[in-house]
């Protein structure tokens, strides 16, 4: 004879079964109406850490489907990262293009800083404008924007003057609103909590 714990329990089960029954059926068709494919701008932003992160595993999950990517950094560059290592066994499916050198507090020399930003971007702009790439990742371009080392109109035109099933992948803080308006995925990484504050140091894995 059961319980009327053990009844209650059944009874909860099925209630459970019929909520998810219902919230499939719901679900499925809201995915039925969805048919459209086409290539994203996308970007990620914010005082958070994880914008270059998200976007390199979306430069993973491309790898494995055999999708051809390119990478432009356009801040970093001057040191060795995990990433490269592991993209660098993947020749086939990966350029990739570390042409920063370093923040503009480390270089001190706005004209150098132009010169490289402009330098990516012509390796952007190449890559999207090259059939053979599906995704192309301009990381920390935002960066080069905010200190106006390149025209946002330039920059614009660029990204929106794509292949129409072509991914573009823009990562760096303070995305300026026109980039954000003409994004079709924006999210923005909101800062809780970092080491940094408490005198961690930036960690191999982790940060690079």
Do not use: C
């Amino acid at each position: 004879m059961e319980t009327d714990g053990e009844v209650e329990a059944v009874n909860g089960d099925a209630r459970h079964a019929e909520k998810m029954r219902k919230k499939q059926a719901a679900q499925a068709k809201i995915i039925a109406n969805k048919t459209r494919e086409h290539g994203l701008l996308i970007v990620h932003t914010g005082k958070g850490k994880g914008k270059t992160s998200a976007a390199l595993g979306m430069v993973i999950r491309a790898i494995g489907h055999g999708m051809k990517v390119g990478v432009v950094q356009f801040v970093k560059g001057a040191m060795t990262t995990g990433e490269k290592t592991v993209f660098d066994a993947f020749p086939d499916n990966v350029e990739f293009k570390p042409m920063g050198e370093g923040f503009t507090w480390d270089t001190q020399d706005r004209g150098r800083d132009i010169a490289a930003a402009q330098a990516a971007l012509n390796e952007v702009r190449r890559m999207i404008a090259d059939p053979a790439y599906h995704m192309v990742l301009a990381d920390e371009l935002n960066i080069a924007l905010r200190y106006e080392y390149l025209q946002l109109d330039e920059v614009l035109a660029v990204l929106t003057t794509r292949d129409e099933m072509k991914h573009v992948i823009v990562t760096g803080r303070n995305a300026p609103e026109a980039l954000i308006a003409a994004a079709d995925l924006v999210t923005e990484m909101t800062m809780v909590k970092h080491p940094f504050r408490s005198g961690v140091k930036a960690q191999k894995g982790i940060e690079f």
